[in-house]
């Protein structure tokens, strides 16, 4: 069965850095799309990047100019380089990959604050 994994979250100050990872198992095919989301407490599910297999991108307005998603086919994973983080960005972030269906990560949380 198709398993996605996330690392690199953790409690950040505002202005800082972090880099989340996704790896893929379970599966030999490729994504149409690969990405992040994210959900605060309180709120709905949001698109914060994706990345899509013709290496097109798509972001969040908020996070344009400071985060960049990446993926490796090959590895199978996927990669956001959080950079300027404000403490708007503190939420879980999950792991999406789109082939015909979503499978979804557990999350990693992100906090940023001082």
């Known amino acids: 069965q198709v398993r996605l994994v996330e690392s690199g979250g953790g409690l950040v100050q505002p202005g800082g850095s972090l880099r989340l990872s996704c790896a893929v198992s379970?599966?030999?095919?490729?994504?149409?799309?690969m990405g992040w989301y994210r959900q605060a407490p309180g709120k709905e599910r949001e698109l914060v990047a994706r990345i899509w297999n013709d290496g097109s991108t798509d972001y969040q307005d908020a996070v344009k100019g400071r985060f960049t998603v990446s993926r490796d086919n090959a590895k199978k994973t996927v990669d956001l380089q959080m950079n300027n983080l404000k403490p708007d960005d503190t939420a879980d972030y999950l792991c999406n990959a789109h082939r015909f269906i979503d499978y979804w990560g557990q999350g990693t949380q992100v906090t940023v604050s001082s």
């Open positions: 379970g599966t030999s095919f490729t994504f149409s799309a």
